[in-house]
């Protein structure tokens, strides 16, 4: 059929002899900055790219940047630096992508530089840089209805995942409403802005669908999800059965349907990230109890002493932390706390960091990340003054990951001679690597099977019997 949208004469052959461009990606940063990755490949390739693996036979190459740690731009402008190198071809987004003037300082012949979340932009770049010729067959239709809404900066789809294909990251919402003291995400990416629930909903069904097992809920703020939109409901239309559901946008309710996502028989896991300690996240212990979310929470608390937490203002303190952890680990018994710390914040005392670590045997956390403090440019902790010196800094970094590694072991070793719920990550000649459900992809730890996994697929979820563990890691076998 022809269309008004073509300016081809009728009957036009399709061109194939021009082989489409190849648009390579190279993706720094936090999983946040991964699914935006996964947003730009994806609508390149809504509109005919083909994404290249490698900068070899790329006609150009974007380098997603990361600009939270000086470590991190200067990882960023190495890498753009690599990219010029081997394929000359660069166009630069992500947080770095804010400070232009130093990215074409120090790389003056970039092609083009966006800031966060300026899909638009980029893609515009990139049909500057290598022009798609035209295709009549694929301009006759019109953009997927998802993406066309990612256009209009409405919904997150993305149908290029960056991930192995047994779990996937879906973000919830971008931005953030705090003012901590050491952080400029809210400079980088703006004030909290949430997408509705039944847009995550569908998207979670559709990952399922494609044979997700598991989904990786992240913001920047996974708890204040929804206030930007008071809390608006959306009206789901379930999949599995048809029936619609206003779902509100608020964590709890979120959480809850994404659990139920697929009926019974495909059940993904699912499991949050960024959660801060507000009061209703009491009101998820319940989900964990009934098996609807996993028994994890991924919860940035980065420190224990009240002077330390205000002079970071952080959103939310640690008062009565100890006794809700207790009433939850009463509740749930197995769940997994992971959290992160910076030590050697401006101003910490010998006496703060005292408190923190005997918070941190108190609290037995599970799972435990921890930073030495760095200025990070135009972040206002930089003002402060009494910064602690570097030597200061790192021994209070070495007796804190020595008791966090302390804690882990103990609490490892108590997980032998349990059978435990896997989910296989990768298999190799020498066995499978998997996780179990206290375990998120990349930063926590593994449980390995090294005899009889011949019949695994990455993928399963399979019981294993727990006989032996590290600090870190478990062993077992198949039950
Ligand atoms: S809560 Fe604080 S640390 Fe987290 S993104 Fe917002 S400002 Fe940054």
Redo the contacts with the bound molecule.
Sequence with gaps: MPSDHTSEPQGAPLDLSTPPPRIGMVSLGCPKALVNSERILSRLRAEGYEISPSYEGSDAVIVNTCGFLDSAKAESLETIGEALAENGRVIVTGCLGKDADAIRSAHPSVLAVTGPQQYEQVVAAVRDAAPRPHQPFVDLTPPPADIALAREGAVECHEVRLTPRHYAYVKISEG?????R?????SL?GPLSSRPAADVLREAERLVAAGVRELLVIS??TSAYGVDIGHEASPWRRRDSGETVDVPAHIVDLAAALGSVGGEASRPWVRLH?V?PYPHVDRLIPLMAEGLILPYLDM?L?HASASVLRAM???ANQEKSLTRIEAWRRDVPDLALRSTFIVGFPGETDADFEELLQWLRAAKLDRVGCFKYEDVAGAAANELTDHVPEAVKQERWERFMAAAQEISAEKLAGMVGRTLPVIVDEIDEDGASCRSMRDAPEIDGSVFIDEGFETLAVGDVINVDIDEASEYDLWGKLA
């Excluded at 953030?176 to 901590?180: E, G, I």
């Excluded at 050491?182 to 809210?186: N, R, Y």
């Design positions: 953030c409403n705090h003012k901590c050491f952080c400029i995400i809210p990416r920047q703020d960024y801060y940035p980065q203002r952080r959103p």
